[in-house]
């Protein structure tokens, strides 16, 4: 696509519950980043993808973090037992390949909202 | 401990005015950028620089990258309200990009 996309870009759900959130990289990047952003906060490192594999799964916070890219391009963010602290924008990004040294396109984000 | 700091935090300014907000690290980057981000969107890319005492333009802001490649500025002239935004600087830290926390620029018409 002509960018890149995440679905949902708004998410409510109830504590404890199981999500997942969607994102459709540039086509043809072969690198996708998942980031978290709290309020007033700069974007955080959570997970990148050359490829199908988890090149760097060093930011997952927890156990109940986990991210799968099947086919190389669509990828899903999982977040098991949803807690109110993962409240968050969570954005993803690709670009041309690993370690591309000028910049990501990053999507719009989904919002999610732990209640 | 945040591998890049950004100052000011917050940066409230009239139209017209100049300006200029600030990353700063203790370590050696070989590429940083600057994003700018507004309300419900993800960052966008405005510049990379990838050489020491770089100086890049981009209508009426002006990108500089440190000689010793750990700091940079951001300049921005006669500033209008469509500026308003978060300001980000990130850099390449290993294969990945490390994001300041900010500077929120609100520009006043």
């Known amino acids: 696509g002509a960018g890149v996309s995440q679905t949902p870009s708004n998410k409510v759900t109830e504590k404890g519950k199981y999500v997942e959130l969607r994102c459709d990289p540039i086509?043809?990047?072969?690198?996708l980043y998942w980031y978290r952003q709290s309020l007033g906060q700069g974007p955080e490192f959570l997970i990148y993808?050359?490829?199908?594999?988890?090149?760097?799964d060093s930011g997952l916070p927890n156990d109940r973090f986990f991210a799968v890219r099947p086919e190389g391009s669509v990828s899903t963010l999982k977040i098991q037992r949803t807690e109110r602290g993962d409240s968050a924008v969570y954005l993803c990004a690709s670009s041309p390949r690993q370690g591309w040294p000028y910049g990501y396109t990053f999507g719009s984000g989904t919002r999610l909202t732990v209640v | 401990t945040q591998l890049l700091e950004q100052s000011p935090q917050f940066l409230s300014i009239q139209e017209g005015e100049n300006l200029t907000v600030y990353c700063n690290s203790s370590?050696?980057?070989?590429?940083l950028q600057w994003y700018r981000q507004e309300p419900g969107e993800g960052p966008v890319l405005l510049v990379t620089v990838v050489t020491g005492g770089e100086v890049k333009k981009l209508k009426r802001l002006t990108f500089q990258f440190g000689d010793a490649r750990k700091d940079s500025s951001l300049h921005i002239t006669a500033a209008q309200p469509g500026d308003t935004g978060l300001y980000l600087c990130?850099?390449?830290?290993?294969?990945?990009?490390?994001f300041g926390p900010g500077t929120r620029l609100s520009v006043l018409p």
């Open positions: 993808f050359q490829g199908t594999g988890a090149a760097d």
């Open positions: 086509s043809g990047h072969t690198a």
């Open positions: 990130a850099a390449l830290y290993g294969q990945n990009f490390v």
């Open positions: 370590s050696v980057f070989s590429s």
